[in-house]
């Protein structure tokens, strides 16, 4: 019996054969048993299907479909996020070749990574192990070759095409005229942007000693205090410093202590604050001309180099307190303070100077000494309440 | 026709295709309904060129094959999920289907007997296999009523309903047995 007669079977069980395949097949069930069998096992299963029960509507299905149909109008009529179902094979394929690339990216070695690949890579590259690299490299060479080059005068051409353009085209004419410099040197020396002068290269040393470190060496003035070597930044910076130190005299500031000095830096482990006195002629200074400033500036100069220095430290231990009033020569014991709920204010004066008052300020606080009139040494120590504010000391008027 | 009289006549159709497509009654209410939501969308364009019980056919045919796709893309993806973690199925039914909450008709027609057997074999054949034998056995559609719901030619209706049929007649022989 082949599959095409068994087919044409459960055709002909639905009588849906033509009249002549419909005898052919009647013919052959005449003539075998075993199709005979096998029709009514077809027509068995077919009735056994059929006999399956009709079911009734579950109770309130049309009342559910009326209220589904209600919630999904106006709805957009899909059922997915993102991605429709049929593409996520295709991002999932997607993403899967992008991690295998990263993988195998990973696991190369390095001598894989920077092998050089034909038709790509112009030169070789020599791949070195550890153990075969240098332990240092020597470059002072490179930089004295470019200490030398920017020493030696700019390119004239550069400098023509500089003056010859405007302002705001310098920069491009430079690059025309010049090749570019772009990343070569380190610390290349030249001029930021903004300079207002026309120069086509650094200024000379001499140009550089000639400049007072303590004049305005703005934007302005050609940019003089860009250092092109060591030495340069040394000079400069011994200028700043010397003028420095004359501000602080004219203005009678002894000392200013950076404030984030630890009380552990000074030898009776208290905290020097900052320490500012104004000379009495300060304010005549101001106003008096040119030529009677001469005799006044030297003689408060005079008067403050005869004058005893003045200090004033806060202190935060019953020891330091011990040890500043030692230091100082005072005799007998120190008044007592209640720390570490208090600090002690010690004024290092000459003899006979004192703490008028102490006087809180927002962000100071500020003690009025007077220099003499005091014969108690305990003048010397003012107890306050703990502070961390910096400690202002003034003569009291 | 209005709506009401199309829901009047075509909904307990619709449902019992969708249950003996399913084989529960939660999937088949939430299939017949998806069905009769789609056919009132498009009823206003229905021509009349086929019966219109076949049109419905058609369109619930056609929703069904939807969801199996959608379960099978889901089931692929579940697979390569348990594959990744290393986990395991919860069931050793296939998972390509929706599955109801509600107990497989089957257990719920255990005191019917052979239609409990049957309805079980029948859940066992492919998607469309399955469609066809309904669609003949049950819904006694003809062979090319059949073609045109499903979109397959009348010879393999015909050929696939015999295969259909060798397979359930299998399956109920060794269910017997």
Known sequence: ??????????????????????????????????????????????NAV???????LPDGFLARLESRRAREEGKPARDYYILPPTYRPLAF????AVVALVVWDKTRTPEELYAPRPGWDSEKVAVRSAAEAPASVDISGQIAAMDQKAAAPAQPEAAEAFNRVGKKESVGAMKLAGSSTFGKHISAPGQPLGFSEPVASAPAPAALDAMDGLQGNGAGSGGSTIARNEEERSAINERLYKGFEEEKKRMGIARIMDKDVEDKNLPTGGREMMTLQATPDAARLDDASPAAKAPLRAKAKAAKRAAAPVKAIALKSADALQAAWAAAGLAGDPPSVEFPGQMAVFLAGPAGSGIVEVQERKRFLVVLYKDSGFSDPSARVKALAASVKPVVVKLAP | MSEQDFLEQQSELVFNLALRLTGNRSDAEDLAQDALLRALRALPKFRGDSKLSTWVYTITMNTWKNRVRAEKSRGFWKTISFGVLGGEKDDDKPDFEPKGEDAPLD???????????????????????????????????????????????????????????????????KASS
């Open chain 1, 1 to 46: 019996m082949n599959d095409d007669i068994r087919e044409k079977l459960s055709a002909y069980l639905d009588g849906a054969l033509s009249d002549a395949d419909r005898r052919a097949v009647e013919v052959e069930l005449s003539r075998s048993e075993d199709l005979t069998r096998e029709l009514e096992a077809l027509r068995s299963v077919s």
């Open chain 1, 50 to 56: 059929k006999g399956l029960p009709k079911e009734k």
């Open chain 1, 93 to 96: 394929a997607l993403s899967t």
């Open chain 2, 107 to 173: 257990q719920n027609l255990e005191k019917e007997g052979t239609a409990a057997v049957v309805q079980k074999a029948l859940l066992q054949l492919d998607a469309d296999d399955r469609a066809i034998v309904v669609l003949r056995e049950i819904e006694e559609r003809s062979y090319g009523e059949i073609g045109a719901v499903l979109g397959l030619p009348e010879g393999t209706v015909k050929s696939r309903l015999f295969r259909a049929r060798a397979k359930l007649k299998t399956l109920l022989d």
